[in-house]
Every structure is written in C-alpha cells, then in structure tokens.
Nanobody, 118 residues
Framework: QVQFVESGGGLVQAGGSLRLSCVAS????????MGWFRQAPGKQRELVAR????????YYADSVQGRFTISRDNAQKTVYLQMNSLKPEDTAVYYC???????????WGQGTQVTVSS
C-alpha cells in the first residue's frame, strides 16, 4: 500500500500561513482520493480536506473553509495543504492518508506538527 511522509509544519503566529506537503510512495498515488486529517490534544482526529483522484471533487471542513486549500500533483505523488489565516484552534498534528469508500487507510504516517500561537 501507499506510504506517506508529511512535512511543512511548524510554529506560526495567528494570522500566518503554512504549506504542508505529503509525499507518497509504494503504490499508484493517482488511484486514490487523498485527505488531510488533524488531531489536536484531547480531541478526536478529524477530516480537514479531501481531494479526488484528479482534483475535480474537493471537500473542506466548515472550520477551514475559505482559509485552507488542498491540491495535488500526481506526477510528483504529492498532496498539499495551503493554510492561511491560521488560528490557535488549528493547532494539531496533521496527517495525510488515502480515503477509500469514505474511510482513511489504517496505517498512518508520522504527521507534522502545526502550532499556532495567539
């Protein structure tokens, strides 16, 4: 199956921006819908954004709509999450994963930490 390496997280002040990258390997990346998920301390993992195989169908959680943009480059086997106007509530570990039949794969990467200070 596909393996993922997330990067691009860091510490940023409220109102700032970050661009997360997720590089896939081990399978046919273009065959899968991809999602970005996040998990904050004490909270359940949630779906942030999702993009279909060729980028025609995109979903955003209400909490990030208008601030985040998901994109993908199948030739580079990479999915991106551009995060603008960041809020402290966005602080979490961010993960990417395939989404098959509406569900993420069971095997997660290491994630990348995003910390937004006030």
């Amino acid at each position: 199956q596909v393996q993922f390496v997330e990067s691009g997280g860091g510490l940023v002040q409220a109102g700032g921006s970050l661009r997360l990258s997720c590089v896939a390997s081990g399978s046919t990346f273009s065959s899968y819908t991809m999602g970005w998920f996040r998990q904050a301390p004490g909270k359940q993992r949630e779906l942030v954004a999702r993009i279909s195989r060729f980028g025609f169908t995109i979903y955003y959680a209400d909490s990030v709509q208008g601030r985040f943009t998901i994109s993908r480059d199948n030739a580079q086997k990479t999915v991106y999450l551009q995060m603008n106007s960041l809020k402290p509530e966005d602080t979490a570990v961010y993960y990417c994963n395939t989404v098959i039949a509406g569900l993420p794969n069971d095997f997660w990467g290491q994630g990348t930490q995003v910390t937004v200070s006030s």
